[in-house]
Nanobody, 124 residues
Framework: QGDLVESGGGSVQAGGSLTLACVAS????????MGWFRQPPGKEREFVAA????????YYSDTVKGRFTISRDDAKNTLNLRMNSLKPEDTAVYFC?????????????????WGQGTQVTVSS
């Protein structure tokens, strides 16, 4: 069992919804920013969303803004990503990541722990 374990991926039709969850160890979660990244087939990993240590600040990529919502539950050491109005171009492996500081970042090098990824497939 790693420091970050994702779940909730699956297959859905365009327009549908999914919620991803990431359960984290104490050292990976408490007082650190958290983020979601994704890697579409044949492409590089890209930033999706991030949240700061308190949950008071969030940031989204332009491609998911208004459709995805990131949140954290500190009592359960869990990071969530609610994905609505899914599109075929959202198809990717989604990764949870633990930040190096309390404030969110959008670049992979700003994160120190990574989950194993969960597959999301959106069909048209």
């Amino acid at each position: 069992q790693g420091d970050l374990v994702e779940s909730g991926g699956g297959s859905v039709q365009a327009g549908g919804s999914l919620t991803l969850a990431c359960v984290a160890s104490d050292r990976a979660f408490s007082n650190y920013a958290m983020g979601w990244f994704r890697q579409p087939p044949g492409k590089e990993r890209e930033f999706v969303a991030a949240i700061n240590w308190s949950g008071g600040s969030t940031y989204y990529s332009d491609t998911v803004k208004g459709r995805f919502t990131i949140s954290r539950d500190d009592a359960k050491n869990t990071l969530n990503l609610r994905m609505n109005s899914l599109k075929p171009e959202d198809t990717a492996v989604y990764f949870c990541a633990s930040g190096k500081t309390a404030n969110w970042g959008t670049l992979a090098y700003e994160y120190r722990y990574w989950g194993q990824g969960t597959q999301v497939t959106v069909s048209s």
